[in-house]
């Protein structure tokens, strides 16, 4: 097993799919992700308990800066315990560095929404609503931008990666383990893939406790095609159902929107 620990910046011109300057690397995985929306189905073992989402809502701009915005959804469970979850994510265009990062969530009769303002150039972030300005890393990515960037890597199972760029300095580093290679078939079709495990410490899809398993196609789409995450009640598998031009209307209610939350 190889561990690497591998800054951002580096990582961009350095190990991504092919080698590029990060200009190009930048304008690559943009082109990658444009006008990509993955649904899945939810499922504790054979039954289907909910669907999920991983949406490109566009291209945005938040102060100044060229952002893409990417929405991550999750509902499910039943009578006694449901969840939906959204996480929306502003990601720059010229240096895949984290902007805004929302996260709204109701799992099991508890509500968490929090909004942060990333400020990569001045080295600080804030959370709305909370009175503090604090520092951030270069090149900082929240929780929902690392199932991106790790699209982005160059993969090989047995290596461990560490990364100090979550936007939170003390909750760094990020682990990815690449586990194995695996095949999948699934309703959206047959996918060789690339089993990693994420890890981001504190709360969130992407938590120590949650025990994700992430599965990447090994192509050049590099889809997210099934998400393996413990919560308290079940461990839900998203299983990507199909691709699709416009995003199922339901998925882009807010969850405190939603009737069924």
């Not at 350095?14 to 930048?26: G, N, V």
């Not at 804030?126 to 931008?145: E, F, I, R």
């Not at 290679?181 to 047959?190: E, F, I, K, M, Q």
Request: aromatic fraction near 12%; hydrophobic fraction near 40%; glycine fraction near 8%.
């Amino acid at each position: 097993m190889r561990t690497y620990v591998i800054l951002l910046a580096a990582t961009l011109s350095a190990a991504p799919l092919r080698a590029q300057s990060d200009s190009t690397a930048a304008g690559h995985w943009a082109s990658l992700f444009t006008n990509e929306t993955l649904v899945y189905e939810a499922k504790f073992g054979f039954i289907t308990l909910g669907s999920g989402m991983m949406h490109t809502a566009g291209i945005d701009t938040i102060r100044g800066s060229p952002v893409l915005h990417v929405i991550f959804v999750l509902k499910g469970g039943g009578v006694i315990y449901s969840l939906h979850d959204r996480m929306d994510s502003w990601i720059g265009l010229d240096d895949f560095a984290s902007r805004r990062f929302v996260q709204d969530l109701h799992e099991g009769g508890n509500e968490y929404y929090r909004v942060y303002d990333i400020f990569p150039d001045s080295g600080y972030y804030v959370q709305q609503g909370v009175d503090s300005v604090l520092p951030t890393v270069p090149n900082p990515l929240d929780d929902y931008a690392f199932f991106y960037f790790a699209r982005t890597l160059e993969l090989v199972p047995g290596d461990t990666l560490e990364f100090d760029n979550y936007f939170r300095p003390d909750r760094n580093p990020v682990i990815l383990e690449v586990i194995e290679r695996d095949t999948l078939d699934l309703p959206a079709g047959h996918f060789p893939t690339i089993v990693t495990h994420p890890v981001i410490q504190g709360r969130g899809i992407l938590a120590e406790g949650k025990e994700a398993r992430m599965w990447i196609s090994d192509d050049e789409r590099r889809l997210m095609v099934q998400l393996k995450v413990k919560f308290s009640f079940a461990t839900i598998t998203l299983r990507l159902k199909s691709i699709v031009d416009e995003p199922p209307p339901d998925m882009l209610l807010r969850p405190g929107n939603d009737p069924e939350s």
